[in-house]
């Protein structure tokens, strides 16, 4: 599995330009190893290094041609004059006299282009299983699994901005799940669904008898959090005053429960989330600037799903798949079903489309959507409804085995049918054609002109009946 070392590894022969380099390097704070032409296939072999600079003449120029194509994800440098030396990855020249602009960019383009590279690098299982939840090869979800690469290992404050439905706690799970803190416990809190006079006890615990009610002392969110992380979800909601509370946790690391003088510490990590926009709350004085600032120490922007619609075939391949494992079915869907879904606005984002696949499930188990299936908000596309073609001979054997094996029998008004056969005979066909639409007008008197309510009265599907009105001639008035 390829590796990832920050290192810059200067090849070739110890000399005095090389060395020089090497203590400029170290001076900008880089990590530098020098080695010897033979030891680059090994180096190079598992781990791609922050940069690898050759010089450009002789045997450095001769291994560069070699290991430039065969290592597309690694960026070259060279001492020296570049000459006729092409390829992506030489990303420049590092020329003598030696000067802080010219390094500083050359190690600008090599971040940049390892950052491009980065998908080349796997991930390890864990966090792919996690990332399985932000499904996505568009632009904004795939930066949005980087920004939580790079943040995860640290103790920053990250604050996650979107619309709700976009996954904002997903988001929060996978940076607990991927960091040190990941046999400490998550512990989330919707501080827009506690009431403003339970939050501080909700947060910060109580001791016996600090209000009416607290029979017994009992731990706050942050206790719980201990060693963890503490996700305060809908942070926008949070009142002022419990505002000026959480940044004092948030600078000292210290707490007392309410009705308590015990301070204690917080070795917790905070996550939050809001799909508020916190700079307009600021200038109209609902949010606090400096509480602000401490939490948006690192923010993450989750795009909504009407950005990023060409995500929607993997997601939906991701959430049957959730719900089929969780036993509740499996449904699939049409091509034309998907384009529908590709055009709908989504204003609840991944949560609405979720609700979606359950209710589907629920409807169609193990069956295939089309577009209209779906219910009629999210048919975007014109498709004719399929109707069963029925000849006329199926249709009067159908009404032949309805009558003869109903349980109740039709009560047929003498006058008009007879109780028995007489002796000239009947027209059996047009006999049944006059009692079919005499149900059919009564049905439909009965019940307003209401086709689909006539339907059930007759004890058929919607569809036969208006196939039947077709054939008689009949309309709704």
């Keep these: 599995m390829m590796q990832t070392d ?7 022969n110890k000399s005095e330009r090389i060395s020089r380099l090497s203590c400029v390097f170290e001076f900008l704070g880089e990590q530098v190893e020098l080695i010897d032409f033979d030891k680059l296939e090994a180096y190079t072999k598992q781990t791609r290094f922050r940069a690898i600079v050759l010089p450009s003449e002789n045997q450095g120029k001769e291994i560069l041609q070699s290991f430039a194509g065969v290592l597309p994800w690694q960026p070259f440098l060279l001492l020296g004059e570049r000459d ?5 990855n030489i990303l420049g020249s590092i020329e003598e006299p030696l000067n802080y602009p010219q390094l500083t ?3 600008h383009f090599c971040q940049v282009y390892g950052q491009v590279k980065r998908p080349d690098i796997p991930t390890s299982g864990n966090q792919t299983k996690l990332f399985r939840s932000l499904v996505g090869r568009s632009d904004g979800i795939a930066n949005v699994r980087h920004l939580i690469n790079q943040v995860a290992s640290s103790e920053a404050t ?3 901005l979107g619309q709700s439905g976009t996954g904002k706690e997903v988001v929060a799970r996978n940076i607990h799940y991927i960091s040190e803190r990941r046999d400490g416990p998550f512990i989330p809190v919707n501080c827009g669904a506690i009431p403003p006079e339970l939050l501080e006890s909700e947060l910060f615990g109580h001791e016996k008898g600090s209000f009416t009610g607290a029979i017994s002392a009992r731990k706050g969110r942050f206790e719980l959090a201990e060693k963890g992380t503490l996700f305060l979800d809908e942070i926008g909601d949070m009142p002022l005053q419990m505002q000026v509370k959480l940044l004092r946790v948030l600078q000292e690391r210290m707490f007392e429960r309410v009705g308590g003088s015990k301070s204690i510490s917080a070795d917790v990590r905070v996550v939050a989330a809001t799909h508020r926009n916190l700079e307009s709350m600021i200038e ?7 509480l602000y600032y401490r939490l948006n120490v690192f923010p993450i922007e989750m795009p909504a799903l009407c950005e990023r619609k060409d995500d929607i075939p993997l997601l939906l391949q991701e959430l049957v798949s959730r719900v089929y494992n969780e036993g509740r079915g499996r449904v699939r869907f049409t091509q034309r079903a998907i384009e529908s879904l590709k055009e709908h606005a989504w204003s609840g984002n991944v949560r609405e489309l979720s609700n979606l696949v359950e209710r589907l499930t629920i409807l169609y188990p193990g069956g295939l959507v089309d577009v209209n299936d779906l219910p009629i908000k999210y048919r975007h596309i014109d498709v004719p409804e399929y109707c069963v073609e029925v000849s006329e001979e199926q249709l009067e054997r159908d009404a032949l085995a309805s009558i003869f094996n109903d349980e109740e029998p039709i009560d047929i008004p003498e006058t008009r049918f007879p109780s028995e056969l007489p002796p000239e005979g009947v027209n059996l066909k047009d006999l049944l054609a006059e009692l079919e639409i005499d149900m059919i007008r009564q049905a439909l008197d009965q019940q307003d002109n ?3 309510r006539a339907a059930e009265m007759l004890g058929i599907r919607r569809t036969t009946l208006v196939e039947k009105m077709r054939k008689y001639g009949l309309s709704k008035d």
């Design 105 to 107: 960019e050359l190690l």
């Design 158 to 160: 990250v604050l996650i």
């Design 450 to 452: 209401v086709v689909a």
């Design 284 to 290: 109209e004085g609902e949010f606090r600037e400096d």
């Design 6 to 12: 920050q290192r810059i590894l200067l090849v070739g």
């Design 84 to 88: 006729d030396i092409k390829a992506s």
